[in-house]
T-cell receptor, first 111, second 114 residues
Framework: SQQGEEDPQALSIQEGENATMNCSYK?????LQWYRQNSGRGLVHLIL?????REKHSGRLRVTLDTSKKSSSLLITASRAADTASYFC???????????FGAGTRLFVKA | DVKVTQSSRYLVKRTGEKVFLECVQD?????MFWYRQDPGLGLRLIYF???????EKGDIPEGYSVSREKKERFSLILESASTNQTSMYLC?????????????FGDGTRLSIL
């Protein structure tokens, strides 16, 4: 079964609004990562948050991690049409070597 | 910047053919991965390699094999292509420090088996 599952599956917002995507996972993790995929392209790494961190920022991105709830959220502030893409969370399980990807959230930002 | 290059963006093959997908990375990364991506299923790991000539099965290795003769190149082989192997295939590489490092992806090969 998938380790990371994103919610919602799809999200449509207006340019300038904030976009929030959530990720839940099942087992203990070493870290959690967020990736972005533009249509027809490969995934691009956005941000990594370690299991002992609660919040991390990178530009317009803010990631939170709640290990007690086994969940993470990705917030994109002041969204732009260019943010239109699919966003995936990925987890590295404690003691493992694989990174497991969720099914992704499709974000559409209307200009 | 790390560059991961997949040899073909689009590929059409026939059932029963032997298919080779090639991937090259330019950052001397030890770890390389092959995933397939299908709608609603996310990325599923087919095989990964943690060093030259080393390979480990992922979650869905059936019908596939891999080859890593040189550090920079990781090949995925479909021994006898079938229609259920029509998919987007993504190659990735990662530095040896493992889980705390991001994976770097190629742009994918969209493979159609007719």
């Amino acid at each position: 079964s998938q380790q990371g599952e994103e919610d919602p599956q799809a999200l449509s917002i207006q340019e300038g609004e904030n976009a929030t995507m959530n990720c839940s996972y099942k087992t203990s993790i070493n870290n959690l990562q967020w990736y972005r995929q533009n249509s027809g392209r490969g995934l691009v790494h956005l941000i990594l948050i370690r299991s002992n961190e609660r919040e991390k920022h990178s530009g317009r991105l803010r990631v939170t991690l709640d290990t007690s709830k086994k969940s993470s959220s990705l917030l994109i502030t002041a969204s732009r049409a260019a943010d239109t893409a699919s966003y995936f969370c990925a987890t590295g399980a404690t003691g493992g070597f694989k990174t497991i990807f969720g099914a992704g959230t499709r974000l559409f930002v209307k200009a | 910047d790390v560059k991961v290059t997949q040899s073909s963006r689009y590929l059409v093959k026939r059932t029963g053919e032997k298919v080779f997908l090639e991937c090259v990375q330019d950052m001397d990364h030890e770890n390389m991965f092959w995933y397939r991506q299908d709608p609603g299923l996310g990325l599923r790991l087919i095989y990964f390699s943690y060093d030259v000539k080393m390979k480990e099965k992922g979650d869905i290795p059936e019908g596939y094999s891999v080859s890593r003769e040189k550090k920079e190149r990781f090949s995925l082989i479909l021994e006898s292509a079938s229609t259920n192997q029509t998919s987007m295939y993504l190659c990735a590489s990662r530095d040896k420090q493992g889980l705390r490092q991001p994976q770097h992806f190629g742009d994918g090969t969209r493979l159609s088996i007719l």
